[in-house]
């Protein structure tokens, strides 16, 4: 099964797919965690990535859409995966249409711009297997011990595009060029909306009843 999860950085996005991947059997295909990748390698495509990112502009899509693509054709994608943050961009999802891939259902998640904010100045993620926590406990979920991970121990960092200036930026590229992706699923048939300001297990549970539903 092939996953778009769509929806404004802070939506649940990444965190939702961490939850939900083990039982579907499937792989979680950030491209926000490929670029920081490159970045943290300094590759010639991270080093071209890095100032877009600081700045909480998108990449250009000659550069993203290449490195999904290379992503897909590896193994493990085969039984299927969750697109967490692409495509972005209507030439993307063009590019997405014109491959091999076929995407069954693309999750729209709904959430205000306020509590997109609070959640992205509170986001801290592991260092080592980009697990994402929250530090306010408001927003789950919490690390159990302060600045490490859970799952591995790792050291919780805050990304550099997540304070509140870049963020805001964020946003309003989102409403530009991402959001109208929502008509172009729509009118594919293949669109499902979910309220994403519940606690993380109602939008976990309701993520579900949208995949199988
Ligand atoms: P994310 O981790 O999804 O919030 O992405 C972090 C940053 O990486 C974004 O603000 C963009 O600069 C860049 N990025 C991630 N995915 C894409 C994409 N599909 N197209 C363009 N830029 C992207």
Redesign the pocket.
């Known amino acids: 099964m092939n996953l778009i999860f769509l929806g404004p950085?802070g939506a649940g996005k990444g965190t939702v797919a961490q939850r939900i991947t083990d039982d579907l059997n499937i792989v979680q295909i950030?491209?926000?965690?490929l670029?920081r990748g490159a970045v943290k390698e300094g590759t010639e495509l991270g080093m071209k990535a890095k100032k877009?990112?600081d700045n909480?502009?998108?990449?250009p899509d000659e550069l993203?859409i290449g490195l999904l693509k290379d992503r897909i054709a590896k193994e493990d994608c085969q039984n299927g995966f969750i697109l967490d943050?692409?495509?972005?961009?209507i030439p993307?999802a063009e590019a997405l249409d014109t491959s091999d891939v076929k995407i069954d259902k693309v999750i729209n998640f709904n959430v205000p711009d306020e509590l997109v904010i609070h959640r992205i100045t509170g986001r801290r993620i592991c260092r080592e297997c980009n697990a994402v926590y929250n530090i306010y406990p408001d927003c789950d979920p919490n690390p159990t011990e302060e600045g490490k991970c859970d799952k591995c121990g790792g050291e919780l960092l805050q990304r550099e595009?997540d304070n509140e200036e870049v963020v805001k930026k964020?946003l309003v590229q989102y409403k530009e060029q991402t959001e109208p992706l929502i008509g172009f699923y729509k009118e594919k048939g293949i669109l499902a909306d979910v309220k994403a300001d519940n606690p993380l297990d109602e939008i976990v549970e309701d993520t579900k009843k949208a995949i199988s539903g």
Do not use: A, E, K
């Open positions: 950085p950030s491209t926000g965690d670029l877009y990112m909480g502009q998108l990449v993203v943050g692409f495509p972005r961009t993307q595009d964020r």
